[in-house]
């Protein structure tokens, strides 16, 4: 079966005082990860690493079968763009243009069209019609987070990657967020990795990676 994500003998160093040791992981073909530990155990890293933010000290990090962390310039921002999907802890948009905007501004920083009809049933699976020509400074939290879930999955990538997506969330959000980001994973086949120290999120997961501090 081919895999979204392998991650071999990976160590990283912020300083020469610590380093940290990850375990290694396997995520297949439309598997989905959730990855839990205490703060400072080195989740948020872990995530910058596979997405190829950071480079690791040592060890590989295959993404269908190739090692983002052998990938540097423009090489790694292509190959990001086409394969990774991310929602990231707090949304990260372009205030003055719409939500729309935003989301084929994404597809048009990696060379890529959007497809338009996706592009519509994005916007109607996540109950964000209404914010279409809206602003993103116009939106509530709760929309942001479902728009940052359609910007992740625009350029229908191989591994999707979240980080602390439910930690501003009420219980209900909370519930529809995680619901909305398995059933995008499971339209692209792609994996899903979150890394979280939300405990709500534990009984919605079959495979879970727990780092210790």
């Known amino acids: 079966m081919e895999k979204s994500l392998v991650i071999d ?28 530990g205490a703060s400072g155990c080195g989740k948020t890293t872990l995530l910058h690493l596979i997405a190829g933010l950071v480079t690791p000290k040592r060890g590989s990090i295959l993404i269908k079968g190739n090692d983002i962390a052998q990938l540097r310039g423009t090489k790694l ?9 991310i929602v990231f802890q707090t949304p990260q948009f372009i205030k003055s243009l719409t939500a729309e905007e935003n989301l084929k501004m994404a597809g048009s920083l990696n060379n890529l069209s959007v497809d338009n009809i996706y592009l519509d049933s994005l916007f109607e699976t996540l109950n964000i019609v209404h914010c ?4 993103t400074n116009e939106m509530s939290q709760g929309e942001l987070q479902r728009l940052s879930i359609a910007r992740a999955v625009i350029n229908k990538p191989s591994l999707i990657l979240a980080d602390e997506p439910t930690s501003s969330l009420d219980d209900k959000n909370c519930r529809e967020a995680i619901k909305l980001l398995r059933y995008q994973a499971e339209k692209l086949q792609a994996g899903l990795v979150i890394v979280t120290h939300d405990n709500r999120l534990i009984q919605d997961f079959f495979k879970i990676v727990h780092l210790e501090s």
Do not use: A, M, W
Not at 15 to 27: A, E, G, H, L, Q
Not at 28 to 36: D, N, P, V
Not at 77 to 85: F, T
């Open 132 to 135: 279409r020509n809206r602003k």
């Open 77 to 85: 921002d292509k190959y990001r763009g086409r394969e990774i999907g």
């Open 9 to 36: 003998d990976v160590q990283y160093s912020y300083n020469k005082d610590y380093t940290f040791i990850f375990p290694d992981i396997v995520c297949e073909k439309g598997e989905h990860l959730l990855i839990t």
